[in-house]
């Protein structure tokens, strides 16, 4: 059974990036947070993180992941990562991946 603290765990983690390390992940989806054996969520992959919030380099990430703002070069900011961690919970609580169609 799924941790009730595994988006929290997430949630906390890009908190963390964002407000203490100063990075942005810009590639967080379902394949990228990934959960440890005591049912923790963890933030993995980090190719396209972005340090110190630079959004100059060309749109990084998942196509089918990238929130709105960043399909048109906007700069990248915490709010992206609220669209990215909607994508979790759907993995999580529908059971499969957000752009499957039936």
């Known amino acids: 059974m799924l941790s009730p603290f595994l988006l929290y765990d997430i949630a906390r983690g890009m908190v963390y990036l964002h407000d203490v390390a100063g990075v942005i992940h810009t590639d967080l989806k379902p394949g990228n947070a990934l959960v440890t054996s005591d049912w923790r969520g963890v933030v993995t992959e980090f190719r396209f993180a972005l340090l110190g919030g630079d959004g100059t380099a060309p749109v990084p990430g998942t196509l089918w992941y990238l929130p709105p703002e960043r399909l048109v ?9 609220d669209f990215s961690i909607t994508t979790i919970k759907h993995a999580i609580t ?6 499957a169609f039936e």
């Open 73 to 81: 070069h906007s700069e990248p900011a915490n709010k992206s990562s």
């Open 94 to 99: 529908k059971g499969g991946d957000v752009y």
